[in-house]
């Protein structure tokens, strides 16, 4: 996803957000500390955990998407191919969500993959470029790039450039072939590092990739990260709650939508 998440993207979070990104292969979700500031006219409606005030807006500036009520659906799912895809296919998705005080807010997320190189091997490089908007103000884009084994899609290792955004794959898992609605795969398990020295640990990430209920012809397979932080993590202002990132794919594994979880002011919001 690229990191993110939308394919296999890897650890990229920012400051107060999960940083994974995942987009090919692994998703990054890119996270970063996306904050909202308050403009002319905007009204404080509260204050989020780091001390930001949340702002309330009269009327929306995005359109949100509702979520769909899921369908399990029977199909076999070609999830390895959905992986590689997410991984090796350029892709750019808008997706949308609202938080309790009526705030709109809309990612841009977009993956590129390149040819590359890793320790000295073959690698595919997908960078992917997220960006939030809160009410129609950025809150800033977080880029990402992170690396592959062409052959199986396995994570290598993943950077944001960014203290505590060098991540770098300690075990990587085959998925299957094909996969149905419920059921989940170890993906990967990584090093959070604070920077490409690699001589402070900020944490670990765990990733599982899951098959969920869509609609009848298609399924969500979301790449699902757990992080565990060090003090040098906290320090460096990573999150630990949970992130993850789901690409819509159809029977054949085709990228025909996104959805993401990602912290935003402090609190946790899906997008789709």
Do not use: W
């Not at 590129?112 to 000295?120: H, I, R």
């Not at 993590?233 to 159809?250: E, F, K, M």
């Amino acid at each position: 996803m690229n990191d993110g998440n939308v394919v296999t993207a890897v650890i990229a979070a920012t400051k107060a957000n999960s940083r994974h990104t995942r987009m090919s292969g692994v998703f990054i979700l890119a996270g970063g500390l996306l904050t909202g500031c308050g403009g002319s006219g905007d009204v404080v409606c509260g204050y989020d955990a780091f001390g930001n005030p949340i702002i309330c807006a009269p009327v929306n500036a995005y359109p949100v998407s509702a979520p769909i009520t899921p369908v399990a659906s029977t199909l076999q799912f070609p999830l390895s191919q959905a992986v590689m895809n997410t991984i090796s296919q350029p892709f750019s998705f808008q997706v949308s969500s609202q938080d309790a005080f009526g705030n709109s807010y809309l990612m841009s997320y977009a993956s590129t993959p390149v040819q590359s190189t890793f320790n000295g091997a073959p690698a595919l490089a997908a960078t992917v470029v997220q960006t939030v908007f809160e009410n129609g103000t950025s809150l800033g884009t977080t880029t990402t790039t992170s690396l592959y084994n062409p052959a199986t899609s396995a994570f290598l290792a993943a950077n944001d450039g960014m203290p505590g955004g060098n991540v770098v794959a300690t075990q990587t898992f085959a998925v299957p072939a094909t996969a149905v609605v419920g059921q989940s795969f170890p993906n990967f398990t990584a090093n959070i590092y604070h920077d490409a020295t690699q001589t402070v640990i900020d944490g670990t990430i765990a990733e599982a990739v899951s098959v969920n209920a869509d609609t009848a012809t298609t399924a969500l397979v979301c790449f699902d990260d757990t992080v565990q932080l060090t003090p040098a993590g906290v320090a460096d202002g990573l999150s630990a709650l949970p992130s993850s990132t789901c690409v819509r794919i159809d029977a054949a594994g085709n990228l025909v939508g996104l959805q993401v979880t990602a912290t935003v002011n402090g609190g946790s919001l899906t997008f789709y």
